[in-house]
């Protein structure tokens, strides 16, 4: 089964379970890369040093790049800037709000986390635990980002069913 849905039909659909985390402020998405900008300064419990940096920088230009699906996991490739200069340090504080997000919506938080690697962070989602929360039956075997369209191929194997809805 072949899936594909625009960033901004994706970002339609989340907003349709609840607002997206406050410090989003923008998703797009071209060429192949989903572009987000993030304003640190609402970053709940964030340490005041983090607070007073944001501050003074302003808002976070956030690359994302789907590299690839493994064993369930979507491996993204994720770049960060301030003002044009690497931030990369910063997604370990912009995760949380994230998982704040998924907590708001019923899901486990572990669901995002962020892997520190040789070649810099990455970002791996439970894509597979993801959709095992809300199906049964149903394999992901691929994910990518096409233009501004994320493409996804589904394997169906019976019984096929949709879960009863985990939001609250």
Not at 11 to 35: Q, T, Y
Not at 126 to 137: F, P, S, V, Y
Request: net charge negative.
């Amino acid at each position: 089964m072949q899936l594909q849905a625009t960033v901004g039909e994706l970002v339609a659909l989340a907003e349709a379970g609840g607002p997206l985390p406050e410090l989003v402020r923008s998703v797009r998405a071209a060429d192949g890369v989903v572009h987000v900008e993030l304003d640190p300064t609402v970053i709940p419990d964030a340490p005041s040093l983090l607070r007073w940096a944001a501050a003074a920088a302003g808002t976070v230009s956030v690359a994302v790049r789907v590299e690839g699906l493994r064993g369930g996991e979507a491996l993204l490739d994720v770049e960060a800037h301030v003002r044009g200069l690497p931030a990369h340090k910063l997604l370990p504080y912009l995760i949380g709000p994230v998982r704040s997000a998924l907590r708001a919506r019923g899901l486990p938080e572990h669901l995002v986390d962020v892997r520190r690697e040789e070649a810099g962070p990455r970002v791996v989602v439970a894509a597979q635990e993801a959709l095992n929360l809300k199906t049964t039956g149903v394999r992901l075997a691929s994910l990518a980002i096409e233009g501004d369209t994320l493409a996804a191929t589904a394997e169906l194997s019976a019984p096929v069913a949709f879960r009863p809805s985990i939001l609250p």
